[in-house]
């Protein structure tokens, strides 16, 4: 039996959070404006206009590298709570049309218009609607990618960006992803990058050529993810509540830590902002994880699954403190610490525990 | 038995007595009152075998005798008869004859050799206090008593007397609450007893805020209260209460002091959003600063901030937001002082003004 085609449309704000500040100050206008952290500090760029765009500066670039590149460039502390705002008026739009939407974040989510009536069946006329009801109720301008999966449509929404449309058709999939690099594959990290290159992966094509076994002994239980991509085939739903898999929080230092007490005391407090956003969507998880950033960039996690579940920061720090004992810190210096809890599970009522006197 | 009486006379006391005959009973005579006439006047008793109020009360005694007549229907009778009515009791064979004016009523009787009494309670070293004083030691700490929990001993309140004072503890294992009586008690011995909660919650009710002297007794098996026109029987609950002064914390640095009825207003408010079974509320402590959270599975979520007086270090503890409640509730002060150590440890409330009265709430892990 083969699976009905599915019309799956991706959106993406352009710019979004640069575009939300040029709408709401016109000085900005035609500037290149950057949102994130400052460049006095370590702070990294978050979006960037496409006047910015132009100087090189992308996103998650230190802002202090952004500067140098467009030393005129506007710097802006990002403001959430209006992003979120707007984002919560996007998705009212996109319900509008099919109760299967799936956030990805605040400015992208994929839709399942394959049940949306009307538009003559065609999930492109479903995205010029959208993109033009963005425009008209929000000012702000989307990319729309339409294919038959999640996959495909979020590649086709970046080929024609900014205020682009592109449809990838069932039967041009395979063809698209043959010709495509690996390292624009959306799943595909540097890392994975890398290690393709290395074995001669280049392209989309070069990685059909893999047999899933083989894909396997390298990418163990990523490879079937991979070799599906590899030929155009994406099964995943559009999920609409995205499950959140983990919480967590990390700070980057104005300046690199190098004592365990100091670094202590920023767990402490990574572990408070976890607990209490844990609380907020009632929620504990039964693996901890710390992240250390050294100061030459290498990155190492250090887990814990235990088996009580963690939901306060007194059920973390202890764990922490052993698990910072299975790191270098001390000997080098580290410029970023992180605190995740991931296995996530709802706290049930029978998870609050009153406590009682102990005779 | 033949005698005439007031109905305002006999209806007072009958509805104090009325509250310990059970709606369902195991024995049919405990749905009956035992009426006792003589010289002293009329009598009257009900039981549940647990706990035993007396009530007396003045009246024309043309000719002795006793009977047991249904307590609730008695009631009802002599509620519905016209104010200043006189009643009038007789006995014809078998049935019990109440009659007022045009009124006439004949109640199916058992013999009062049948009903169950506790006339002597053994061997008491008798106090005499105020009766608004021990309704106010019971009435502050009452309600920390267990609900039918199985650590049977905990379902009651602990009467501790000692040669100079006399204390009051509940616990339910959660939360205690600890009051002591000084000044007017002196007995040679210590004592220590267990009253149940269904004795506890009767003479609260039978017991009001006046300077009236009340009689205490405790023996092995029974306490005793006797006031003027009423006596109070229970039997203790035979178990041994734990160590209570062990839980109570020794607070020294963490010490916070609040307006407190602003903090109970604030607590009222959070609650409102906690879960409600287990209304769990997260206190986070700061310098001179207390914020107030609390979230359900809703996940909607309450948020207060209070200006306290707070010198010790940073804390942040949940707890349920109905224990601290029921202890504000019990102070009178302006201000309320909370004494903590940690999130995992007891923490104290205290009346500022009077010293007789903590509270130990442990917290909630929330």
């Known amino acids: ?359 | 038995m033949n005698i005439e009486i007031q109905r305002e006379a006999l209806l007072r006391p009958l509805q104090a007595v009325i509250g310990v005959v059970e709606r369902r009973q195991t024995l049919p005579v405990l749905a009956n009152a035992l009426l006792v006439a003589g010289d002293e006047g009329l009598s009257m008793t009900t039981t549940d075998l647990e706990v035993e109020l007396v009530a007396r009360t003045e009246g024309q005694i043309h000719e002795g005798g006793q009977i047991t007549v249904p307590a609730r229907k008695l009631v009802d009778i002599v509620r519905n008869l016209p104010e200043g009515a006189t009643v009038r009791l007789t006995l014809d064979q078998d049935r019990a004859v109440v009659s007022a004016e045009r009124s006439r009523f004949t109640l199916a009787t058992l013999p009062a050799t049948e009903f169950p009494t506790v006339e002597d309670i053994g061997e008491t070293e008798p106090v005499l206090l105020p009766q608004g004083h021990l309704r106010e030691l019971i009435d502050k700490t009452h309600f920390s008593m267990a609900v039918q929990d199985v650590r049977y001993y905990l379902n009651g309140l602990l009467l501790e007397l000692d040669p100079e004072r006399l204390r009051a503890v509940a616990t339910d294992g959660h939360r205690l609450a600890l009051g002591e009586l000084s000044g007017n008690v002196q007995v040679q011995n210590s004592q220590q007893v267990i009253v149940p909660r269904k004795g506890v919650q009767e003479l609260l009710r039978l017991l009001d805020d006046s300077d009236d002297q009340v009689r205490l007794e405790l023996s092995s098996n029974h306490i005793r209260v006797t006031l003027p026109e009423l006596r109070f029987t229970s039997k203790l609950i035979d178990g041994r209460f734990p160590d209570y002064q062990r839980v109570i914390p020794n607070v020294e640095g963490n010490v916070m002091l609040a307006d407190r009825e602003t903090l109970r207003q604030a607590l009222v408010r959070a609650s409102i959003l906690s879960n409600e079974k287990y209304r769990g509320v997260r206190f986070t402590l700061d310098k001179d600063s207390l914020k107030i959270q609390s979230n359900n599975p809703e996940q909607e979520q309450a948020d207060e901030e209070l200006a306290v007086d707070y010198a010790g270090t940073p804390l942040e503890v949940g707890f349920n937001a109905s224990y601290l409640l029921d202890a504000l509730g019990a102070m009178q002060s302006e201000q309320v002082r909370m004494g903590l150590v940690d999130a995992n440890s007891s923490c104290l409330l205290q009346d500022t003004e009077n010293a007789g009265y903590s509270y130990v709430v442990m917290p909630m892990r929330l």
């Open chain 1, 1 to 359: 039996m083969t699976e009905p085609i599915r019309k799956i449309i991706h959106i993406d704000m352009d710019a979004f959070y640069a575009a939300v500040e040029q709408r709401d100050n016109p000085e900005l206008r035609g500037l290149p404006v950057v949102v994130g952290g400052s460049p006095e500090g370590r702070g990294v760029v978050a979006t960037c206009s496409y006047e910015a765009r132009r100087f090189g500066i992308h996103s998650a670039m230190p802002s202090a590298r952004a500067v140098r590149l467009c030393p005129d460039a506007v710097f802006i502390r990002p403001r959430f709570e209006v992003y979120r705002a707007v984002s919560r008026r996007i998705q009212a739009i996109f319900r509008d049309y099919t109760e299967l939407v799936e956030p990805l974040s605040l400015d992208e989510a994929y839709l399942d218009v394959t049940e949306t009536p009307g538009f003559r069946g065609s999930a492109t006329l479903i995205a010029r609607d959208i993109k033009r009801r963005i425009r008209d109720e929000t000012g702000l301008v989307a990319s729309a990618g339409v294919s038959y999966n999640k996959f495909l449509a979020k590649q086709a929404s970046d080929l024609d960006k900014p205020d682009g449309l592109y449809l990838i058709r069932p039967g041009e999939g395979a063809a698209f992803v043959a010709a495509l690099p690996v390292g624009r594959f959306h799943g595909v990290g540097k890392a994975t990058e890398r290690r393709m290159h290395a074995l001669g992966i280049h392209t989309g094509a070069d990685l059909r050529r893999w047999p899933l076994p083989d894909l396997q002994q390298v990418f163990g239980k990523r490879a079937p993810f991979y070799f599906d991509i590899a030929r155009g085939i994406d099964r995943r739903p559009v999920q609409p509540s995205r499950e959140r898999k983990s919480v967590g929080a990390e700070n980057t230092f104005p300046a690199d830590l190098h004592h365990r007490d100091a670094m202590l005391e920023e767990l402490q407090s990574l572990a408070a902002k976890v607990e209490s956003a844990l609380t907020r969507r009632q929620l504990q998880g039964m693996t901890l994880t710390l992240k250390v950033k050294y100061a030459d960039f290498q990155q190492i996690t250090r887990s814990r699954t235990a088996r009580k579940p963690y939901r306060t920061a007194s059920d973390m720090l202890p764990v922490l403190d052993a698990l910072l004992d299975e790191t270098e810190v001390g000997q080098r210096p580290v410029r970023l610490l992180g605190v995740t809890v991931s296995g996530l599970a709802p706290v049930e009522p029978t998870d609050v525990e009153q406590l009682g006197f102990s005779w």
